[in-house]
């Protein structure tokens, strides 16, 4: 199995670096594969955007 791709934060038209260090998995619901990995952002990057 390959490494998912794993997209960094995205905000305000801009890739921005997080406060956290987890990610969230995204997964295929059709063969519950995970073929992504996105960042679990922090009530600071809520803010941001």
Same mark, same amino acid.
């Given at each position: 199995?390959?490494?998912?791709?794993?997209?960094?934060?995205?905000?305000?038209?801009?890739?921005?670096?997080?406060?956290?260090? #987890?990610?969230?998995?995204?997964?295929? %619901? #059709?063969?519950? #594969?995970?073929?992504?990995?996105? %960042?679990?952002?922090?009530?600071?990057? #809520?803010?941001?955007?």
């Amino acid at each position: 199995m390959s490494v998912p791709v794993q997209h960094p934060m995205y905000i305000d038209g801009q890739f921005v670096t997080w406060r956290g260090d #987890a990610w969230i998995d995204v997964v295929n %619901p #059709a063969t519950e #594969a995970v073929i992504s990995r996105i %960042p679990d952002g922090q009530a600071e990057d #809520a803010r941001k955007a």
